[in-house]
């Protein structure tokens, strides 16, 4: 049965607050932006979009680099708290603006694409693709199906029909108060990858084993978290 999409990233997004900062994933954001401006090519003055930018991390330390960012995410407590500068509240799936409207985009974290359940990934990577300029570069990160399958936790299921990895997580949020959430993570291999950017009129320039605060050019393996595709739009 195909996976019902909603919005249920929200309320955990609402409990969490500033505090999704503390966890140790958000840590490697320096080392990430580095790895990512030299990938892209990015430099003072252009336009960046972050879709999902949640609190703004990666928006955050670009703009410290001169880059124009615009971030945009569903959460307005993330958005309120995240000193991006310029802010949307959308849908990753239906980002407000015309086509070729920047000069790079970034989706990290699965920051949007990859909290869809499967169902319409590829309609927000493909809705991502159009907001930036022929010639434009992007990244994007994804978590591993072959991780998500070999290092299966206590209390998780993997739907194999979607790619759907599912947890029930115990959440500290802002005040310190926890709380129980369901949490739905996409999970992709390298060719479904290359096929959404294929379909999205993207060239691939890599596609890399990576893993939060250690970004970096490593070939596909089965140890790493994530996925890293860096691409550039079809002229």
């Given at each position: 049965m195909q996976p019902r999409?909603?919005?249920?990233?929200?309320?955990?997004?609402?409990?969490?607050?500033?505090?999704?900062?503390?966890?140790?994933?958000?840590?490697?954001?320096?080392?990430?932006?580095?790895?990512?401006?030299?990938?892209?090519?990015?430099?003072?003055?252009?336009?960046?979009?972050?879709?999902?930018?949640?609190?703004?991390?990666?928006?955050?330390?670009?703009?410290?680099?001169?880059?124009?960012?615009?971030?945009?995410?569903?959460?307005?407590?993330?958005?309120?708290?995240?000193?991006?500068?310029?802010?949307?509240?959308?849908?990753?799936?239906?980002?407000?603006?015309?086509?070729?409207?920047?000069?790079?985009?970034?989706?990290?974290?699965?920051?949007?694409?990859?909290l869809l359940r499967g169902a319409s990934d590829g309609e927000a990577f493909t809705a991502l693709a159009a907001c930036v300029r022929p010639g434009g570069r992007l990244a994007v990160s994804a978590f591993s199906a072959y991780f998500a399958v070999r290092h299966l936790e206590a209390g998780e299921t993997f739907e194999a029909a979607w790619g759907v990895n599912h947890e029930l997580a115990t959440v500290r949020g802002e005040s310190g108060a926890d709380a129980r959430f369901d949490l739905w993570t996409t999970c992709f291999t390298p060719r479904e990858l290359r096929l959404l950017a294929d379909r999205a009129r993207l060239r691939v320039d890599g596609l890399w084993s990576v893993r939060p605060g250690d970004y970096a050019r490593r070939e596909p393996d089965l140890d790493h978290e994530e996925w890293l595709l860096v691409a550039t739009r079809a002229r």
């Open positions: 999409v909603g919005r249920e990233f929200e309320p955990v997004a609402a409990h969490l607050g500033r505090a999704y900062l503390r966890y140790s994933f958000t840590k490697g954001t320096e080392q990430e932006v580095e790895f990512l401006v030299g990938e892209l090519g990015l430099a003072a003055g252009q336009r960046v979009l972050d879709l999902g930018c949640g609190p703004g991390r990666h928006a955050v330390a670009l703009r410290r680099r001169g880059v124009d960012v615009v971030g945009l995410d569903l959460s307005l407590p993330f958005l309120r708290g995240a000193g991006v500068g310029a802010w949307v509240r959308a849908d990753a799936r239906q980002p407000p603006f015309p086509p070729s409207s920047f000069d790079a985009a970034i989706c990290l974290c699965q920051g949007g694409f990859g």
